[in-house]
């Protein structure tokens, strides 16, 4: 599947911006998707949030109850909500895929993902 993905920006803080990560060649139901921050060049990537191929969803703890995700399946879109954002949100991100991937965690799918989407700057300034 080839990911593509739109959205992102600079807001202030406590402002909000949506990420899409719209999946091509695949349906992307039977996928673990997930999203990816990297702060700065060279950093590792961290997990934001997952979805599972059965529908299960997980965030990391810095984002929960901020950040949402939710899809459109006539899209074969994944999108990510980012409420309250705070300066260290900052960073690019990078939705990816996995196939059949249950266990759908973000180190799993870091490690397993086949597919990664372009990646997106967000910068959230104070």
């Known amino acids: 599947v080839q990911l593509h993905q739109s959205g992102g920006g600079s807001v202030s803080a406590g402002g909000s911006l949506r990420l899409s990560c719209a999946a091509s060649?695949?349906?992307?139901?039977?996928?673990?998707m997930g999203w990816f921050r990297q702060a700065a060049p060279g950093k590792e990537r961290e997990g934001v949030a997952t979805r599972a191929p059965d529908g299960d969803i997980a965030y990391a703890d810095a984002v929960k109850g901020r950040f949402s995700l939710s899809q459109d399946n006539m899209k074969n879109t994944l999108y990510r909500e980012m409420d309250n954002l705070k300066p260290e949100d900052s960073g690019v991100y990078y939705c990816?895929?996995?196939?059949?991937?249950?266990?759908?965690?973000?180190?799993?799918?870091?490690?397993?993902?086949?597919?990664w989407g372009q990646g997106t700057q967000v910068t959230v300034t104070s």
């Open positions: 990816a895929a996995a196939n059949g991937l249950y266990d759908c965690w973000s180190s799993n799918l870091a490690n397993l993902a086949r597919s």
């Open positions: 060649g695949h349906s992307f139901s039977p996928y673990c």
